[in-house]
């Protein structure tokens, strides 16, 4: 939007004005999440990992970036030969994530709450696992497969519980 008369190629003031005006606009009807920063954040702090990232399989009501206030759903993600499904049951203000492996084995589990830290499991031979007390926000739950000399960790999108 560069006012062929201006001197050396420069926006005219009506441009600035109008940039000006759409920048308001934008932020008026769509607005950036108050915690976007803090989301980006939370997922940065994986970047020093060696991690595979699954992606969602299927979504439902519960899915993406804010729950339905339900308190339950079931959400499947997939990478190469790994899923991971969950079932989420909202107890108070706390949530038991209900998950199973497939292939089943005994792998790590771990659950990260941005804010809140980490706890972990580990799956049991059916590839079964259950984290409680989960607390609300933005979370990933990753899996550890493998031993410590052979190990791969997968990662899945962030859930805002």
């Known amino acids: 939007m560069n006012d062929v008369g201006a001197p050396g190629g420069q926006a005219s003031p009506s441009d600035e004005i109008l940039l000006a005006d759409i920048g308001r606009f934008l932020d008026e009807l769509d607005p950036p999440p108050d915690d976007l920063v ?22 439902d009501n519960l ?19 790994l899923t991971v499904m969950i079932n989420l049951t909202k107890i108070g203000k706390l949530h038991r994530i209900d998950g199973w492996l497939v ?13 809140h ?11 079964r696992f259950v984290l409680d007390n989960v607390p609300r926000g933005t979370t990933q739950i990753l899996v550890h497969l493998g031993d410590v000399t052979c190990r ?3 990662v899945t999108p962030t859930v805002v519980l």
């Open 152 to 154: 791969r960790t997968v």
């Open 38 to 59: 803090q989301r980006v954040q939370f997922a940065l702090a994986l970047e020093d990992l060696d991690v595979e990232v699954a992606r969602w399989e299927r979504l």
């Open 63 to 81: 899915a993406g970036v804010r729950g339905s206030g339900t308190g339950t759903g079931t959400i499947t993600f997939t990478v190469s030969d």
């Open 117 to 127: 830290g980490t706890s972990s499991t580990t799956a049991d031979e059916g590839g």
């Open 103 to 115: 292939p089943a084995g005994q792998y790590g589990v771990e659950v990260r709450v941005a804010e």
